[in-house]
Structure formats: C-alpha cells, structure tokens
C-alpha cells in the first residue's frame, strides 16, 4: 500500500468516533449484572470509558465504525435507555475537556490493528 493511500484512509475526516451513552436501571442485582455485561461487552469490543456511563470508540472508516455500532445494537439491554452517537475524527479534535478548572488535552486513539 502507497503511503499516499494510506494517508487517505486515516484522513481526519474519514476516521471516526464512535460514542455510547446511556443510563441503565441498576436497582435489582439482575438490572446491575445487566448493565455490567453491557459494559463489558463495550470493552470488549475496543471501547474505552469516557465517563461511567459513556464509551468511545476510534474507528479508520466509516463502514467499520458502522460494525461497531451493529455490535452495540445487538447486545443492547431489554431496558434503559441508549444512545449512539458517531462524529468525525476532525470533530472530535475540537473536544474541550476540563478537570476541575483545569483544561486537558483530549486523549490520543489507541493503536488499532486492521486484518484483512
């Protein structure tokens, strides 16, 4: 592969963020064993924890963003309430985050592994 295709494919504008948020009863153990299976399940398809109840995803493409959300919308909970959420990488580089007053910068996408 030519690096100048290369370059296209990871362009800011192609590569996407997939984002997850919801808020999932957890009154009864069988609610909280639920929503931790939904969490798992995030993490084990390549979601990282943005906030307790929100998971973001860096996807190359996106059609493979699109898998992902396919994922998360077969292992969706019975009840609570889920939303999906994609955004350009480009976008997401203007993310503003704060600690306390203070301001961080955003962190970078870890590196992923296509197979072809």
């Known amino acids: 592969m030519t690096s100048k295709r290369y370059l296209s494919r ?34 084990d ?16 493409s996106r059609e493979n963003a699109d898998v992902h959300i396919r994922r998360v919308k077969n292992s969706l909970p ?5 939303g999906i959420m ?8 203007m993310i503003e985050i704060f600690y306390g007053q203070k301001e961080t910068p955003p962190e970078k996408p870890s590196q992923q592994l296509e197979l072809f």
């Open 86 to 93: 994609m955004i350009t990488d480009k976008q997401f580089g």
């Open 10 to 43: 990871l362009n800011q504008y192609r590569s996407m963020w997939v984002l997850v948020f919801f808020d999932l009863p957890t009154e009864t153990k069988t609610e909280r064993k639920v929503a931790a299976r939904f969490r798992k399940d995030l993490l």
């Open 78 to 82: 019975q009840k609570g309430k889920v």
């Open 45 to 60: 398809d390549g979601f990282t924890m943005f906030q307790f109840s929100i998971y973001l995803r860096f996807s190359a």
